[in-house]
Every structure is written in C-alpha cells, then in structure tokens.
C-alpha cells in the first residue's frame, strides 16, 4: 500500500477518464474519479449520442416521404419534437446509470464534485477535503468556443441544443464543421428553415474537396442556405423573443434561434494545472507526450484537453493506453496514423486516411478512383441524390491510402472498409474481392 489516499486520482468521468479510471482500477490500482456534472462527458451526456438519436429521428422524415414510392399509404404525418427530445433525453439518463454502474462494478470511487489541483499529486474538492494520489489524470474534455462579439449571449451552442422548449422555425448556425453541418442536416429535417453562415469560404476543412462540395450541393438542393465569408457582428432580441442577426457584408436575418458551432476549446483553466507547473499551448490544450505524460511527471491527460484529435474512440483509446502503460505492466502508444471519422450529416460521410491533395503534396504520385452513383433506394424514391466514393492509391506502392465517401450509411460502410486501409492493403486486395450485390459498398472493390 502506497501513503497516497488513491493510485489514480482522474478529473473528469468522460470518454477518456471512465475508460482510464476502469481500466486502472482492473489492474488492481485503487481509484477516484470527480465529475462535477454528469458521467458519461460530452459524446454520452451532450454529444454524438444524443445527436446520432437526433439524425435517425431526422431521417424519418425522407424514409416516410419515399415510403410512397414503395408502395405504402402513408397518411400526413407531423413531428413532434417534444416527444424525440424527452425520448433522447430518457436515453441519455439511461447510459449515464449504466456509465456509473460500470465504475461501481469496477470498484471506481466517483465522487459528483468539482476537484482542483493543488500539488503535484494533491487535489482538493469543492467542499475543501484535500487527497493525494501517486498519479493524477486530467480529462476535463473540452468547451463550446463562442466568438465574442455583441450579443453573443443570445446564441445556442451543442450544450443546450438538446433540451430546446420548442422547434426554431428559422435557426442561423454559425460554423462550418461537424456540428454546423450536422446539425444543419437535423433541423432541415425537422422543418426548421436553417442557414449556415460561415467566416470562411469552405465547409469541413481536413475533408477531402470533391466530398465538401457533394455535401454542399446535396444540403442546398434540400433547402439549406449557406453564407460563406460573412463573420457575425452582432445578435439583437426583438420583443416578439426572435433575434436579428447582423452579419458582414449581408442583410439582416431574422432568426428564432442561433447555433455557434466554431470548434471546442480545451477544458483546462481553472483547475489549478498552470499553477503548478503543467505546461499549457497557445489554444489551453495540456501538451503531454506520446505516453500522456505533461511537464509534470504525476500528471498526465487524455482526450479532448490534449487537443490531439478530438474524437471519443481516440479519448477511450487514450484512457486504455495510459492505464495499460502505468498499472497494468503494458506499455502502449496510441496510433493515430488512419483514424476514420465521419459527419452525420444528410446524407453522412466517412473518411480514413489522407485526402486527395494530402496524398499528392506527400506522395507525389497517386492515382484517384471515384464512383459517383445514385444508390438504388434513391432511384426508385425518385430522389436526386448521388453518392460519391472515392478512393487515393499510392502509385508506387499499389496501397490504398485514403477512402473518402458521401452517401446512405457512408460511415457504416467505412468502418469495414478502414480496417483495409490501417491494414495497408493494395487496390489489387480490394479487386480481389468479390462484389456483394446489390449493396452500395460494392462500389468499393468495384472502383476502375
Ligand atoms: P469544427 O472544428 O468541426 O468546426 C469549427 C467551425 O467553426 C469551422 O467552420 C471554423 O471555420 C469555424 N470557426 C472556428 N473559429 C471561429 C471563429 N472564431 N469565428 C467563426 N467561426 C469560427 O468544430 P465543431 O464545433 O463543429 O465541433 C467541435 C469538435 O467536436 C470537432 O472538431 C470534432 O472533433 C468534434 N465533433 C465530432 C463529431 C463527429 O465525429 N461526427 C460530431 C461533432 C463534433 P474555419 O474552417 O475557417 O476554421
């Protein structure tokens, strides 16, 4: 037994510290976690689930439209959002009991209190009780960036979103990325008229530009307005609650609600990290090493306070590394090389590994596969939709080093199809499979 009250003491029982404090306390290390709002973090609590709940919801409202070209009678149908809010937000409840459950089995002490650090293996809790562990593990996640500028105030972020009283009839969202175009593909869905407006000229910067511009084509066909290169100057509340929306170089807009979705900074003011020692970088994110480790040596992080890729899967594996590496005899070294992620947007895209441009400015030369296809539901729906799969080849080499693909169930095909790319396949290995028809993932070992 060590003089220290814990081994691990972990701040924040999100993605990456349940994962690390679960993990530690099965290798037989003695473990606190303090969580001073909800177990379970952004992606369970305000994140992809109840987002990904959303999009299905969402998606009801083609799947009843086309419904009718195979053949159903289906009656005028009406959304009802607080139904599919309530419902999410009972699901939500649902997952944070079994988070919890899990660390009890595990045997995680979990205190529900805020938890500062104050030495380099001492933190105190809100009510002022002071504990020491031989390590110490920051996982706070990070935060909505709002923009400052005047009436900031009245804009949404992803925090809130989830629990709005009533459905915007008009909603502005600010950003260009996942949560903007995600979103964007939500309440369009839902009926709401939405405009994206964005301080630049692009949408999901990092994806690859043929799979933006089909995603961008696809949304304004629905309805979706966008506003390129118009930075907000200001929010106004009217007396009727709806807002005016001033945006350079643009009429004013009226709006019922406005959504900032501009990025997520670092979870890492305010909990004492600066003050002894933990170096921070320019955007607050705790610079550690490829073993988690900060500049001090009893405190490490995980997950979206590093700032490396703020993605859950890569948290989790972040948290099973460190706990791997430091209790369990195990060393181990998260690779980050072909992460897939994707956009659940409408319609979803899915990626692994480099994009076009990457693939040319790196390798030189590269050879480029599309299919730009309408899938077969979609044909008979009599929707106008095309997928796009697209696939970079390393000329040299034969290896394929990106896939990049729009379409239904895009991220789902993906996921499959990167095990291929992590594993360094050929365009060969991919010929060398038989095609499973009908699916739309044939395209992929089907690509000339
Ligand atoms: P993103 O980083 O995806 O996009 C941020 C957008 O906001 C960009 O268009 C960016 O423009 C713009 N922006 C940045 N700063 C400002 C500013 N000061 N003023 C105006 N616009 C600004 O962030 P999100 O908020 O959409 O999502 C946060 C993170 O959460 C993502 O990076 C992702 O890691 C994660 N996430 C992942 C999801 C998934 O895996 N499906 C879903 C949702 C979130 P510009 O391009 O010019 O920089």
Not at 311 to 317: D, Q, S, Y
Not at 353 to 377: C, P, Q, W
Request: glycine share 10%; charged share 25%; proline share 4%.
């Amino acid at each position: 037994m060590s003089d220290f009250d814990y081994d691990l003491f972990v701040i924040g029982a999100g993605s990456g510290g349940v994962r690390a404090s679960r993990i530690a306390a099965s290798h037989g290390a003695r473990v606190a976690v303090a969580e001073e709002y909800r177990v379970g973090g952004t992606c369970v609590i305000r994140g992809c689930v109840p987002k990904k709940l959303l999009v299905y919801g969402a998606h009801f409202a083609e799947d009843i439209h086309d419904a009718r070209k195979f053949g159903w009678d289906v009656p005028e149908c009406k959304f009802n959002w607080p139904v599919l809010r309530d419902n999410v937000l009972a699901e939500v409840d649902r997952l944070e009991g079994l988070y919890g459950q899990t660390l009890d089995n595990h045997k995680v002490t979990v205190l529900r209190t805020r938890a500062t650090v104050v030495g380099p293996q001492k933190v105190r809790l809100a009510d002022g009780t002071e504990l020491t562990a031989g390590r110490i593990l920051i996982a706070t996640g990070g935060w909505p960036h709002v923009p400052e500028f005047p009436g900031s105030e009245h804009a949404l972020t992803s925090n809130e979103v989830f629990h709005l009283e009533t459905l915007p009839k008009r909603i502005i969202i600010a950003g260009g990325g996942y949560i903007a175009n995600e979103f964007a593909g939500i309440f369009n869905e839902f009926g709401s008229k939405v405009t994206i407006v964005n301080r630049g000229d692009t949408i999901l910067r990092g994806y690859d530009e043929q799979i933006r511009d089909r995603l961008l084509q696809i949304s304004m066909t629905k309805g979706i307005d966008f506003k390129f290169n118009a930075p907000f100057q200001s929010i106004e509340k009217n007396d009727d609650g709806s807002l005016t929306v001033k945006l350079e170089g643009c009429e004013p807009m009226q709006a019922d609600a406005v959504l900032v979705a501009a990025g997520r900074v670092p979870n890492s003011r305010g909990i004492g990290l600066e003050e002894v020692g933990v170096e921070l970088d320019k955007d607050g994110a705790i610079k550690v090493d490829e073993r988690n480790q900060s500049s001090v040596p009893s405190i490490f992080a995980v997950g979206d306070v590093t700032n490396r890729i703020q993605l859950t899967p890569v948290a989790i594996r972040e948290g099973q590394a460190f706990s791997d590496t430091f209790f369990g005899g195990k060393p181990t070294v998260v690779d980050y090389a072909n992460v897939p992620s994707a956009v659940f947007s409408h319609p979803p895209i899915g990626a692994v590994g480099m994009t076009e441009a990457e693939a040319r400015n790196k390798l030189g030369s590269i050879r480029v596969y599309t299919s730009d296809f309408r899938a077969m539901k979609n044909v008979l729906a009599g929707r106008n939709e095309r997928a796009l799969y697209k696939m970079i080849v390393n000329a040299a080499t034969d290896q394929v080093v990106g896939l990049h693909m729009i379409g239904p169930d895009a991220p789902e095909i993906l996921q499959a199809a990167a095990i291929a790319v992590k594993a360094g396949l050929t365009k060969a290995d991919f010929d060398a499979t038989v095609a499973l028809h009908p699916s739309m993932a044939e395209e992929l070992v089907l690509l000339k």
